[in-house]
Structures are given as structure tokens and as C-alpha cells.
């Protein structure tokens, strides 16, 4: 088993940064990519980045290319997602994600992770 809890979320401007923690704790040395997702009202969840725990490859969605940063601390077993130049269409719930499994694109969607975080909310405003 793998607990994960997210923290950071909260409301900034347009243009702002946030930066979202996820720790991790139990059999963390099971988990071969952790991903951060995102759900906005009335749409299906979607994955943001990813990062591969082994060798800290990482796969970011079109839409936050450039933006957003994930990363990994192992000694501290926690992922973050460094959020810049924040647009009001990042509003969602953000959740973190980790995957036991063997995958080739890590944003391949959230069928393919395991144990989820109860997500962490970040508003935007115009």
C-alpha cells in the first residue's frame, strides 16, 4: 500500500505560481511513475505530468508545457509540481497518483495508477 497526501493548492491570479508537495509513505519503493492529474468541474480527469521514479524522466501534457515542473525528492519521498504563469483554465482539483505497473507513457491516463492522494484544489482568477 501506498498513502499519498497533496498539499500547496489555494487560490492566486492569473500569471501566479503555486507549488504542489505529495508525499508519500508505505511500500513507496513500489511505485515506477508518479503523475499528477486534474479535474475540473464537469470534465474528466487529466493528466498533467509525470515522472518516472527510476530514472526521473519526465512527460508533461500540451497544455502546461513550459509552465509547470514536476520533480522528485527521493530522501523525503515526496513529488512536487512547480506551477508557473498560472492561466484560469488550470482551475481544478489537483490529484497525485502512483503506478506499480510497467508504463511505456506515463500520462497514459488514470486507469493505469494505483493509489491516489485525495487531491488539493487550485483556483485561478482572471
Known amino acids: 500500500q501506498v498513502r499519498l497526501v497533496e498539499s500547496g493548492g489555494g487560490l492566486v491570479q492569473a500569471g501566479g505560481s503555486l507549488r504542489l508537495s505529495c508525499a508519500a509513505s508505505g511500500y513507496t519503493g513500489s511505485a515506477t511513475c508518479m503523475g499528477w492529474f486534474r479535474q475540473g468541474p464537469g470534465k474528466e480527469r487529466e493528466g498533467v505530468a509525470c515522472i518516472y521514479t527510476g530514472s526521473s524522466s519526465t512527460i508533461y501534457a500540451d497544455s502546461v508545457k513550459g509552465r509547470f515542473t514536476i520533480s522528485q525528492d527521493n530522501a523525503k519521498n515526496t513529488v512536487y509540481l512547480q506551477m508557473n504563469s498560472l492561466k484560469p483554465e488550470d482551475t481544478a482539483m489537483y490529484y497525485c497518483?502512483?503506478?506499480?505497473?510497467?508504463?511505456?507513457?506515463?500520462?497514459?491516463?488514470?486507469?493505469?495508477?494505483?493509489?491516489w492522494g485525495q487531491g488539493t484544489q487550485v483556483t485561478v482568477s482572471a
Open positions: 497518483a502512483a503506478s506499480t505497473r510497467r508504463l511505456n507513457w506515463c500520462l497514459a491516463g488514470p486507469a493505469n495508477y494505483d493509489y
